[in-house]
């Protein structure tokens, strides 16, 4: 019997080349449609559990940008950008002034296809990703 094949950088067995649940294959990305090209892998983005403070975060950051002062759920919000960016949502930061200090202002990034399509999903009131 053959060990299984590692297929990460922590040497972990999986299946080379398939597609993983959150997973999807762009066929029409750059490259794709030459002969033994390796397809592009687009990660669909998660969508959080309802009525959770990462599901206040989304919804803030699909109503527009956000800071921490505006952001009265959780003092937080930084940390909650982060799970959602792990969970595949493409999140923008950039440093404003407010009240004389600098601080961080968060916004969906909508040219990203999939965090484009996610938003757009959200704001319909479907919580599912197609």
Not at 41 to 64: C, D, M, Q, T, Y
Not at 87 to 116: F, H, M
Request: glycine share 8%; hydrophobic share 40%; aromatic share 6%.
């Amino acid at each position: 019997m053959t060990p299984p094949e590692n297929d990460n950088a922590r040497g972990q067995a999986g299946e080379v080349g398939k597609a993983k649940q959150n997973e999807h294959v762009d066929s029409t990305a750059p490259g794709a449609q030459r002969k033994g090209a390796a397809p592009t892998i687009i990660h669909a983005p998660v969508f959080p559990k309802p009525n959770s403070i990462r599901e206040s975060a989304l919804l803030a950051l699909v109503a527009g940008p956000i800071r921490q002062s505006g952001f009265k759920p959780s003092w937080r919000l930084a940390a909650y950008v982060r799970f959602l960016r792990d969970d595949g949502w493409a999140i923008i930061s950039r440093e404003v002034i407010e009240n004389g200090r600098t601080v961080a202002e968060y916004l969906l990034d909508l040219q990203d296809g999939p965090t484009r399509a996610a938003a757009a999903l959200y704001r319909k009131g479907r919580r599912c990703a197609a």
